[in-house]
């Protein structure tokens, strides 16, 4: 039984030794072409012309927050997810169609912030998180 208790005391603290080591981590995400949606993170919207910013109409403020979850069992939560947040699935499947069925064309002032998901290795205990996205802007139309 002690020997038991040990051994899993060991696993535990590899486990937190390696999830604590600093690590780099980059995700390239494409954003559609101007001809789908323009999306900026400052506040003119594209236009090619001598226009300036007064010449978009503002059609509202767009916020949209989508993450994927593992099932918070052990052994289970490597392999089981409930949803997709992953930024390419965000904004290819929610923000563009959102966008145009608010009347826009153009996504300006946006900010994107994206969680990266935790290790795999995670999900033997039960405590994965997978992709979180957060889109914010204001939409305006051209």
Not at 34 to 52: A, H, K, V, Y
Not at 68 to 95: R, S, W
Not at 101 to 109: C, H, K, Q, S, V
């Amino acid at each position: 039984m002690q020997k038991k208790v040990i051994s899993i005391l060991s696993i535990l603290a590899v486990a937190f030794l390696i999830s604590s080591c600093a690590t780099s981590y980059t995700h390239k995400v494409g954003y559609p072409s101007s001809g789908d949606l323009f999306i900026t993170s400052g506040d003119d919207p594209g236009t090619e012309s001598d226009q300036d910013a007064s010449s978009y109409i503002p059609q509202g403020e767009y916020i949209h927050y989508q993450n994927e979850a593992y099932l918070p069992f052990p052994i289970l939560g490597i392999f089981i997810k409930t949803g997709n947040g992953e930024p390419q699935y965000v904004f290819d499947n929610k923000v563009i169609p959102d966008v145009k069925n608010m009347g826009g064309d153009a996504l300006i002032n946006a900010d994107v912030d994206v969680t990266e998901p935790d290790p795999w290795y995670y999900g033997i205990i039960g405590f994965r998180q997978g992709w979180a996205t957060l889109v914010t802007g204001t939409v305006v139309k051209r």
